[in-house]
């Protein structure tokens, strides 16, 4: 478990799962994270993806816990998608946040984000990460910015144009 100021960013369990529906449910909030609200069937496979990343990699998104309402508001970290956007993208560590929409705009992203990649860099090591984002989600190209990413490309995932951005090791 990682504590930050406050936060709590721990591996996710199965007692996760109505948050996870409910936050990845809501069309505000996966906006420009596929744009369909999941159902109960495909926010399942998420929490149970970002299970199998943790037992097969030793990493993977962190549930994000809000240390003052003890709520699930987020979830944050790096992992394994193998997306087919290529060489330049698809061996590398894989930044990525979500928030509930009472969570955002409160820096937890930035938060978990900063704490996510100073936990991988000691447990996993150091190394060149990516991202996609939405050209149109500004607020996560900030969060990006802040956390050192960098554009280096775009791309067609699942018919949407998506940014593509790199974090080098350092």
């Avoid at 939405?134 to 910015?145: F, I």
Wanted: charged letters at 25%.
């Amino acid at each position: 478990m990682i504590e930050t100021e406050r936060l709590l960013l721990r591996r996710p369990s199965r007692s996760d799962f109505d948050a996870v529906h409910r936050m990845r449910s809501d069309p505000d909030v996966v906006r420009f994270v596929g744009g369909k609200p999941l159902s109960r069937e495909e926010a399942w496979q998420r929490l149970t993806r970002s299970a199998g990343n943790w037992a097969l990699l030793g990493y993977g998104f962190f549930a994000v816990v809000e240390k003052a309402s003890g709520d699930l508001v987020g979830e944050a970290g790096l992992m394994q998608a193998h997306r087919g956007l290529g060489e330049a993208f698809d061996p590398f560590p894989e930044a990525g946040w979500i928030f509930a929409r009472e969570a955002q705009g409160r820096g937890y992203a930035t938060e978990a984000m900063l704490a996510a990649h100073g936990w991988f860099a000691e447990t996993v090591g150091a190394q060149r990460s990516v991202c996609i984002i939405a050209p149109e989600n500004a607020a996560s190209l900030r969060v990006a910015a802040k956390l050192g990413y960098t554009p280096f490309g775009s791309a067609c995932y699942h018919d949407s144009t998506v940014t593509m951005l790199e974090r080098g090791a350092g």
